[in-house]
C-alpha cells in the first residue's frame, strides 16, 4: 500500500467545482479544503508507485486544476 498527500492549486472561484470532481477520483482517500499556500490537500490510497503516479496525472488533468506537489509517505 502506498499513501500519497497531494497538494492542489486550482483556478480561483472553482473550489466547488475542483472538490466535485477530485471526491469522484478513485484512490482518493480524502479531501480536505485548506488555506494558505494550496486550496486543497488529497489524500491518496492505492497500492502501489505507478497506481499513485496515474492518480496524480488524473488530478492534473482535471481543467480547474493549475498546479500540485505530491509527498509520498514513508514505513518507519
Known sequence: M?????MINVLPGYEKAA?????NIE???????V?????FVVIIDV???YTLN????IIRQQET????KTIIGAEL
Do not use: Q
Open 27 to 33: 484512490g482518493i482517500k480524502d479531501v480536505y479544503h
Open 65 to 68: 486544476v493549475k498546479t500540485t
Open 35 to 39: 488555506f494558505g499556500e494550496f486550496d
Open 2 to 6: 502506498v499513501i500519497g498527500v497531494t
Open 54 to 57: 496515474d492518480v496524480v496525472d
Open 19 to 23: 472538490y466535485r470532481e477530485l471526491k
Open 47 to 49: 497500492e502501489d508507485l
